[in-house]
Structures are given as C-alpha cells and as structure tokens.
C-alpha cells in the first residue's frame, strides 16, 4: 500500500476517493446527497443514480482487492473476479435505465465512502467483512425494500431489474461469509482481524453520521439514523449463509426484537 493517498477526519486514516469522471460530485455526508419523497420522478431517478454508482464503487473495491492481494488463494480471487464482472453488468443496466426515465451521470452527487473506510483496511478478511459481509449484506435489505417500493411506484421494469441484481448480491455476501468461516477455522487470529474491521467501520460512520432533523442539500428533513433502518432481508441473508443467531442478532440490532423467536436469549 506505499505511495497509495489517505487523509484524515480527526483520529481516522481512510483512503483517498477513487477516480470519478468530472461530471461526479463526491460527497461525504448523507446531509450533503439528493433524497427526495418517495414515489415521485426525482426519488427514482436520483434512486438509480445512487446506486448506479455504488455498484462503480464496489467494482472499485473488489478490483483493488484482486490487485493488492494477490497471494490470495485462486478459488477467492475467482469469486472476487466474477464479482467485478457481476458488478459491471449491474452499471451498465442501472445507467440504461436511468436514461430511459430522463436520467444522467452526473445529475446528483455521489458517495464513495465504502471505499474510503474498506480500502483504508490492510488486510483482505477485514475487507471481506466490512463490504461484503456488512456493507453488501446491509444492501441486500434496502434492495429489497426498494424493490417493493418501486413496484408500488408502478415501474415493474426496475423493481425486476433490482431483484435480478440483488440475486447476484446474495453470491457476493455468501461467499465472504464462506472465507471468512474458513480463516477463522484454520487460524482464529483471524477473528482479531474481522474484530478490528467492524470498530473500525463504526467508528469512521460515526464521523459522517447526520442528526435527526438535519435538512439534506435539496431541503429534506432527515430522519434519526436509527429510524433510517430497513427491514431486515431474512430470506436472503439465510441464502447468504448468515446463521439462525447472527440473523437473530441483525434482527435484534435493528429493533426488531418481536421477530426474534422464543427462547433465543436476548
């Protein structure tokens, strides 16, 4: 990692923003993103441009991987290969779509931050676990809320094309669990590794996180973190290979302690 840029916000190293084309504004704060109420023109719009572009990010940071590690075992680097190629198709069809609802690049501004906080990491299980594991698998529950929203919007031809792409995303967070599992197996310092990247994904949110009642760059009032929660993708996380207790947990973590089955100590 010599010669590869950080900065600092207060006691945090994270990396340097990847290249974006000029027509990108990068930001860092969800105060400083378009979000707009739900169901209207603008919300799908902006709605695929942000994810258009964190699909460029998760290429950015699954490509980097492949690239920094490269004594990484042949069977990882192949997943981590087909997901690059995944994450590609997934820009190409969100950027399609957006052009035919009169969308562009460039229209809203855009986040990198998964890739400041992952690739600040210099250990390739502790990137697994921050994007994969955590970042990806948190994706997989707004998919799949936002799948449902779109459709009740009325536009089927995105609702299909998020849940073929969360499909893909369920592979990306299957198989970090998988590797992650292993490593822990065959050497439990591992864990110590995982340990240190969830702190420290907490820890660098925590710098960026907004208030409730904090009005966003196009004037919306902004919930409190903890009520911008979604719901929590069960069915696909079990696919993900996420065990009953770590859903359990994730459903707890969430505020959803009345879908945690009986006898499961809280």
């Known amino acids: 990692m010599i010669g590869i840029g950080f900065f600092d916000v207060e006691d945090i190293k994270l990396r340097d923003a990847p290249a974006r084309d000029a027509c990108f504004d990068v930001v860092y704060r969800d105060a400083e993103m378009h979000e707009y109420a739900e169901l209207s023109a603008m919300w799908l719009r902006e709605t695929l441009h942000r994810h258009m572009t964190n699909e460029i990010t998760s290429l950015d940071i699954a490509a980097a991987c492949l690239v920094e590690f490269p004594d990484a ?34 229209e809203f501004p855009i986040s990198v931050l998964e890739w400041n906080i992952t690739c600040a990491l210099d250990n390739l299980p502790g990137r697994l676990a921050t994007q994969n594991r955590t970042l990806e698998a948190g994706a997989m529950d707004v998919v799949k809320g936002l799948s ?119």
């Open 148 to 266: 449902r929203n779109v459709r009740e919007y009325g536009d089927e031809r995105t609702a299909d094309m998020l849940e073929a792409i969360l499909t893909d995303e369920v592979q990306h967070v299957r198989f970090a669990n998988r590797w992650i599992r292993r490593w822990a197996t065959e050497d439990r310092r591992v864990l110590m590794k995982i340990a240190y990247a969830v702190r420290f994904l907490a820890a660098a949110n925590a710098k960026f996180q907004i208030k409730a009642g904090e009005l966003n760059a196009v004037g919306k009032t902004l919930e409190a973190p903890e009520d911008r929660i979604p719901a929590v993708n069960v069915e696909d996380r079990k696919l993900a290979e996420f065990s009953d207790d770590e859903v359990n947990e994730i459903l707890r973590q969430a505020g959803f302690r009345a879908l945690v089955p009986d006898g499961v100590a809280a």
């Open 73 to 106: 075992p042949w069977e990882l680097r192949l997943e981590l290969a087909r997901q690059c190629w995944d994450e590609a198709r997934h820009v190409r069809v969100l950027h399609r779509r957006l052009s035919e609802v009169g969308g562009h690049r460039g």
